[in-house]
């Protein structure tokens, strides 16, 4: 079955597929008790029937009806994203604002009988792709009398193809896996890989510009874009299709990460590749931190352009790769469609190895022209392994407070940066959940002037004080972050968790560009009113 025809899980990523065995959760329990010494047990999970839901605060009309529905299971599965505070609330039962009625266009016109509807009765409207936020950005707001989560999923698939110019018309709701599953045949791939990949949609994609798993080059989703096609209150907004234009601004600029609050986006061109054959790759380990990062410097300001330039931080090594938590390593992957990736590795392999890296010959994997995978063994693999794996089913309910963070720093400020965030984010953990509390890093993407960070932290909670003890952490996390000059978010978007760290380091008048903006598209104000900025 097509991923998008499955029903999502209410307390774990993705579907009802991914959640975790009893078994599985008593495992994780044990492990848990022991490491922190308190023995904990996996909650009960309420039945999907017993959930209890405020009723429906609106009428849906006949004209609507069908493909708007005030379903029970609709408005659940519709209520929260996917952070992990969002996780347990529904593993608790709790659903405090579920979405009024939950839409499904299947064609154009239902989705504007939608959206015109939503106008005319100021319901608030929720563009809603595979629902992964991880930033409260589908949420309905507490303080509006009705809302209508409009969910995209009929509106997805490959419509047109170009292979001449490898690009492909992608529906916004369509998924990563029925994507590359279409692609296949046609030896193209779009390769923006998420870690949510599974879950999330083109059109979440576009709209929270994503960061995909190139570690370098074309680490956004934003470059891979050749037009976009929206609709808003007003009307439609289509750009036209070109690999480059210097007329002006670029409406594609302010559509990407607009986190829909300016339209719903129902097609894009998306620049495609020929699917890799040559690939190569080594995983090198270094003395400690310092010499791991400076390396990653060096080899990104060579401008090799690995697909893969992931730094492990000693206790991420330790925790991911097995290592001994004294040193880093680097993971270095190469691809292409078309040309062997051998003197490119070579190339960046004596670049780690002048700062102290260290690995051996036949460790480095070169495949020339198989098309088979590399980096699938050794620490490379054993860390891509724990990565995709990831499950918050697994642990969630039993008081482990596990989340990250990620920015983005140039090179000149780094090491500044990295002894702030962890000696004030250290702190923080130290003060709210005490002792055997984990934090650590790895740069997800690397550019020639600077990393994107990416900071993982986890220690045990009180159970029931998890959102209290998580509010004071993320509060310290978003202070050091942008008090020392990084971005409040690189990847994850701003939806409403950021707003505080975003509103301090736009300009100010760009502030009253995006409202100016709104204003012309969507006049009433409808259109997920709080992410990103106040209307
Ligand atoms: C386990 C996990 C791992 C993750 N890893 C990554 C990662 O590696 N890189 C990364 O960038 N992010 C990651 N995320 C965050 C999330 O997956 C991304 O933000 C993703 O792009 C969201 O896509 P979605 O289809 O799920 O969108 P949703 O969560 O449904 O929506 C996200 C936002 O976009 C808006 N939106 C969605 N679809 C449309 C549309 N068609 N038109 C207009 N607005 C729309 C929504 O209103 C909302 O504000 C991760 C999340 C999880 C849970």
Redesign the pocket.
């Known amino acids: 079955m097509p991923k998008w025809q499955q029903q999502r899980s209410f307390w774990t ?1 993705g579907y009802l597929s991914d959640e975790p065995s009893e078994a599985e959760r008593r495992t994780a329990a044990e492990r848990i008790s022991q490491r922190f010494g308190r023995a904990v047990e996996p909650p009960p999970i309420p039945a999907l029937a017993d959930i209890e839901l405020r009723k429906p605060r609106l009428r849906v009309p006949d004209r609507l009806d069908g493909w708007v529905n005030t379903d029970h299971v609709e408005r659940v599965t519709h209520t929260h ?3 992990p505070l969002e996780l347990l609330a529904g593993l608790r039962g709790e659903f405090p604002e579920p979405p009024d009625a939950v839409a499904h266009p299947r064609t154009e016109d239902e989705l504007e009988a939608t959206l015109a509807w939503c106008d005319e009765a100021g319901h608030v409207a ?10 409260w ?2 949420n309905v707001p507490p303080e509006c009398e009705s809302a209508v989560t409009i969910d ?1 999923d009929h509106l997805g698939g490959v419509l047109e193809l170009d292979e001449t110019s490898r690009a492909a018309r992608i529906g ?2 369509m998924l990563g896996p029925d994507l590359e599953d279409a692609l296949r045949p046609h030896g193209l791939t779009l390769r923006h890989y ?3 990949f599974p ?3 083109v ?10 798993h190139y570690a370098t080059n074309h680490t956004h989703i934003d470059d891979f874009v050749e037009s976009i096609r ?1 609709l808003t209150p007003r009307g439609w907004w289509e750009s036209r299709r070109l690999p480059g234009s210097g007329a002006g601004p670029s409406p594609d600029r302010l559509v990407m990460g ?3 609050t300016l ?4 097609e894009c061109w998306l620049r495609l590749q020929q699917r890799p054959r040559f690939r190569a790759t080594a995983a090198v380990v270094f003395p400690d931190w310092k010499a791991g990062y400076e390396a990653t410097r060096h080899i990104v300001q060579a401008k090799l352009w690995p697909a893969n330039l992931r730094l492990l931080d000693p206790a991420e090594a330790e925790q991911g790769a097995g290592l001994d938590g004294t040193r880093s390593l680097l993971i270095i992957g190469f691809e292409s469609g078309a040309v062997p990736q051998g003197a490119f590795i070579l190339e960046a392999v004596a670049i780690a190895r002048s700062h102290g890296g260290e690995i051996d010959d036949d460790a480095i994997r070169i495949d020339d022209g198989s098309g088979k995978a590399t980096g699938r063994d050794g620490a490379a693999g054993a860390w891509r392994d724990a990565f995709i794996g ?1 499950n ?1 089913g697994l642990t969630n309910g039993l008081g482990l407070l596990a989340d990250t963070f990620e920015t983005a720093i140039t090179w000149d400020r780094w090491p500044d940066f990295d002894a702030e965030v962890r000696a004030r984010v250290g702190r923080a953990l130290k003060e709210v959940l005490g002792d055997g509390t984990r934090l650590s890093c790895r740069f ?1 993407h690397v550019y020639p002037d600077g990393p994107a960070p990416y900071y993982s932290f986890s220690g045990m909670a009180k159970l029931g004080g998890e959102v209290a003890q998580w509010q004071e952490i993320k509060a310290a996390a978003t202070e050091a972050v942008v008090a020392a000059g990084g971005t409040v978010t690189h ?3 701003v ?1 409403r968790m950021h707003r505080p760290g975003y509103d301090r380091q736009r300009p100010e008048l760009f502030a009253d560009v995006l409202r100016a903006a709104k204003r012309s598209v969507d006049p009433g104000g409808i259109l ?1 009113p709080g ?1 990103l900025f106040d209307p």
């Open positions: 990523w994203g996917g952070h929720i563009p809603y792709g595979g629902g992964t936020t991880v930033v950005g589908v995209l916004a709701g998420p870690q949510s879950w999330s949609t059109g979440g994609w576009v709209a929270t510009r994503s960061g995909g929206m607009s986190e829909g339209g719903v986006i129902t990831v918050a997800t990847h994850h978007a939806g997920n992410v």
